[in-house]
T-cell receptor
Framework: NAGVTQTPKFRVLKTGQSMTLLCAQD?????MYWYRQDPGMGLRLIHY???????AKGEVPDGYNVSRLKKQNFLLGLESAAPSQTSVYFC???????????FGPGTRLTVT | GNSVTQMEGPVTLSEEAFLTINCTYT??????LFWYVQYPGEGLQLLLK?????DKGSNKGFEATYRKETTSFHLEKGSVQVSDSAVYFC??????????FGGGTRLMVKP
C-alpha cells in the first residue's frame, strides 16, 4: 500500500514550457486535490476532484489545468510555465464525508 | 469565508521544554479541526484531529482541544524532543471536504 505518490519529485522548467505532474493513490479515495505551498502561506488549493471525470477550481486555479480520467490518478498541467509558479506542489486524497486528507511527498518545481 | 491563523515562527525550544502553538479559526457551521506536521523534505502527515466541540485530539504526546467558545485549537506537548523539529500546520475542514490551512509554524528543538 503506497498511499499517495507523486511524479516527478523535482523539475526545473524554463518560462513558457509545459509539463504535467502525476498523482496516484491506491486507497480507492473518491476525492483528490492539488495544492501549492509557498513560504509563509501554508497550502493553497489549486483544483480538486470529487470523482472520476469531474474537476473543480480551488483558491488559485489560474495557469493550471487538471484531469481525472481514472479514479486513482489526478494530473496537474502547466501549459505555459511562469516564474510565479515556482513552488512545492502537493497532491492529496480522501474519502468523501470523512475528515482528513492523505498527502503525497510533494514535487518541487522551479521555473526560470 | 473560512480562515486559520497560527502564531508565526520559528519557535525555538530546548529539549524537554513545554510546547504551545496557538491556532484560532473563523468558519461557518461546525468544522473539523486538524494539526498536520511536515518534516524536512517530506509531505504533510496528519498529527491529530477533533471533529466536534470539546473533543481532544492526541497523538505522539501532542494534544489539542477543540474550543468553540474561543474558536481555538492550540497544539501542546509537555516535553519536546529534537525529533519533533518540523513545521506544524493547523487546518479546518468544512462541508465538501475542503481544507483551509494556516500559514504554518516552524518548530526547532535544540539538544
Amino acid at each position: 500500500n503506497a498511499g499517495v505518490t507523486q511524479t516527478p519529485k523535482f523539475r526545473v522548467l524554463k518560462t513558457g514550457q509545459s509539463m504535467t505532474l502525476l498523482c496516484a493513490q491506491d486507497m480507492n479515495h473518491e476525492y483528490m486535490y492539488w495544492y501549492r505551498q509557498d513560504p509563509g502561506m501554508g497550502l493553497r488549493l489549486i483544483h480538486y476532484s470529487v470523482g472520476e471525470g469531474t474537476t473543480a477550481k480551488g483558491e488559485v486555479p489560474d495557469g493550471y489545468n487538471v484531469s481525472r480520467l481514472k479514479k486513482q490518478n489526478f494530473l496537474l498541467g502547466l501549459e505555459s510555465a511562469a516564474p510565479s509558479q515556482t513552488s512545492v506542489y502537493f497532491c492529496a486524497s480522501s474519502y468523501s464525508g470523512t475528515p482528513g486528507q492523505y498527502f503525497g511527498p510533494g514535487t518541487r518545481l522551479t521555473v526560470t | 469565508g473560512n480562515s486559520v491563523t497560527q502564531m508565526e515562527g520559528p519557535v525555538t525550544l530546548s529539549e524537554e521544554a513545554f510546547l504551545t502553538i496557538n491556532c484560532t479559526y473563523t468558519a461557518t457551521g461546525y468544522p473539523s479541526l486538524f494539526w498536520y506536521v511536515q518534516y524536512p523534505g517530506e509531505g504533510l502527515q496528519l498529527l491529530l484531529k477533533a471533529t466536534k466541540a470539546d473533543d481532544k485530539g492526541s497523538n505522539k504526546g501532542f494534544e489539542a482541544t477543540y474550543r468553540k467558545e474561543t474558536t481555538s485549537f492550540h497544539l501542546e506537548k509537555g516535553s519536546v524532543q529534537v525529533s519533533d523539529s518540523a513545521v506544524y500546520f493547523c487546518a479546518l475542514q468544512n462541508a465538501g471536504n475542503m481544507l483551509t490551512f494556516g500559514g504554518g509554524t516552524r518548530l526547532m528543538v535544540k539538544p
